[in-house]
């Protein structure tokens, strides 16, 4: 029988919204409005079917923020970060992902790609354990989920390791689990 997760998985992975490039240029603006940014960022290229952080990412680049995207690890590993710029060189990762060949550089916030999403700021992922290792071993950087707001489900399972969101944003707003700060 399946877990409770692996359900919902396989639930939103077949429900899951078709690329939007206006909800992707929406989800920048409301992120831009609404959340703080501090220091050098850590945003995602998106995988086949993400909400696409590119327009955030370019805009915050622009208002001089250190852009770093992750470098996939082997299994059991947390993730490592690499500087991006536009224009930069891509190169494929594990598990379909791209990254840049830039220096590597510790994030003070992250974007955190997600399959579903609640409003106590719980996440369901792909299953690997990456982000929950990764935020495990960068205690007090803020984290925010990112997607479409149709990604939104009741409630998301959990477990003792995983990490909450500090908030969550999609094209239709920021979901803020301990109240806006």
Sequence with gaps: MLSAKSELRQRVLANRPPPDP?????????????????GTIAGVWPMPGEMDL???????????HGIV????????????????????????????????DGALAEPDMLFVPLLAFDRCGRRLG???GYYDRTLAALPGRACVGFGYAAQEVREVPVEPHDVGLTAVVTECGVVWPGGVP
């Design 22 to 38: 206006e909800a992707a240029a929406a989800l920048a603006r409301v992120a831009l409005a609404q959340l703080r940014f501090t």
């Design 54 to 64: 590119r327009p955030l990412l370019h805009a915050l680049h622009a208002r001089g």
């Design 69 to 100: 995207l992750p470098h996939t690890p082997p299994r059991g590993e947390r993730l490592a970060f690499r500087v991006w710029t536009p224009g930069a060189a891509m190169l494929r990762g594990r598990f379909g992902t791209v990254r840049p």
């Design 126 to 128: 792909y299953g690997g």
